[in-house]
């Protein structure tokens, strides 16, 4: 009788013994990441994940059965359920997995659910580690300044965004000029931000001297942004831009005069502005009435160049009216009063006077002393 009491309970502890045995195995398979290509993951990216599969008992495993089971932000690209067999004690094994991890994903690290089911009864649920750590990308999206002429000093706006994956911290930018027409102002040529996250847009503003005699066009800068990424790497890049150096011309009147010789009305002019004049086309009018027009191609800054018309017969007053293009095509008109010396002037008068001197000497001079008018004896 006790033998069967005995028969019948070891039939009935059979099971739990037999789980107890697994049991004991249970834990001797175990998994950890081995590493990711690349390390550290960026947002948005793929990836290879790779798990070193451990036989830490000292019996024998046929097969084990890895299952990756991911969520948010990661993606398994392929069969996430893979095989390690014939693990001997102290054995271990590589598998890897193509996987995704979505762009929004924040810079952290991550755990990853891995199940591991080995023998009949045997599984466990684990977690393997992985980073993900974005990378800060800037482009610059627009430059605004209002319009700098030379002598002025102006503020150069540039509109930077972090279009990377990961947060700048500790940024400097920095912005120096190609040319020393253009020079920043003492702090102005420099720009901090603590904390420049994903997505952000910010206005970089610096404080411009432009000199005196720069002549309009582009003049080229450089701006560099220097900053940390989340891991404390240091990082530079650097962007060029352009500047608009405007300007217009202006004319001031030098002289009139007409030309002894050729009678006409010469009126010369300088260019007193900040950029060359082109396509110019000058009138002269004299009570209302065009009297006549020329043309100049072009004057540079600071140079001269001399208009002619036909001279008017007795007015010495009049008008002159400009018309020219600047350098970036903008239209332009002056009006100047003007005024000359009529034709011959004083050197007439001078001329008349030193006649009728003449006549007079000759005439009161008694003929009969002229030799010419002698008679012969």
């Known amino acids: 009788m006790n033998k069967m009491i005995t028969l019948a309970l070891v039939l009935a502890l059979m099971p739990a013994l037999m789980a107890s045995v697994f049991a004991g195995n249970q834990f001797t398979i175990d998994v950890e990441t081995g590493y990711t290509d690349p390390y550290p993951v960026e947002p948005g990216q793929n990836f290879l994940l790779s798990l070193q599969v451990n036989n830490k008992g000292t019996e024998k495993v046929d097969a084990a059965y890895i299952e990756l089971d991911p969520v948010y932000p990661f993606t398994v690209l392929e069969n996430a359920r893979k095989s390690a067999s014939d693990l ?13 991890v979505d762009s929004s994903a924040i810079s952290t690290v991550y ?37 700098i002429n030379p002598g002025d000093r102006e503020s150069l706006n540039i509109q930077v965004e972090n279009t990377g994956t990961g947060t700048a911290k500790k940024m400097t930018a920095t912005f120096t000029s190609s040319s020393e027409m253009i020079k920043p102002i003492f702090s102005g040529g420099s720009v901090y931000i603590n904390e420049f996250g994903i997505g952000k847009k910010e206005w970089l503003k610096f404080d411009v001297l432009v000199d005196q005699d720069a002549e309009y066009g582009v003049y080229t800068g450089a701006v560099a942004l220097k900053y940390n990424d989340e891991s404390g790497t240091n990082h530079t890049n650097t962007y060029n831009i352009g500047i608009l150096i405007s300007g217009e011309p202006r004319f001031d009147v030098v002289k009139s005069e007409i030309n002894a010789k050729t009678r006409e009305l010469e009126i010369e002019v300088i260019d007193s502005g900040t950029a060359k004049g082109v396509a110019i086309r000058g009138e002269l009018w004299v009570n209302d ?56 002037g004083a050197n007439t008068i001078l001329l008349l006077v030193g006649v009728a001197a003449t006549v007079l000497l000759i005439w009161k001079k008694p003929w009969r002393k002229i030799k010419l008018f002698k008679k012969k004896k």
């Open 289 to 344: 009435k065009l009297i006549d027009t020329d043309y100049v191609t072009q004057i540079k800054i600071d140079k001269k160049s001399t208009l002619k018309f036909n001279a008017p017969v007795k007015e010495t007053t009049g008008v002159l009216k400009l018309y020219y293009k600047g350098p970036d095509n903008k239209e332009f008109a002056q009006e100047e009063k003007i005024a000359w010396k009529p034709i011959g």
């Open 88 to 100: 001997g004690g102290g054995g271990k094994k590589i598998v890897e997995y193509k996987m995704f």
């Open 111 to 147: 755990e990853i659910p891995v199940k591991v089911v080995y023998g009949s009864l045997s599984t466990v649920t684990k977690s393997v580690l992985v980073r993900v750590q974005g990378t800060p990308q800037f482009e610059i999206i627009d430059v605004k300044t209002n319009e």
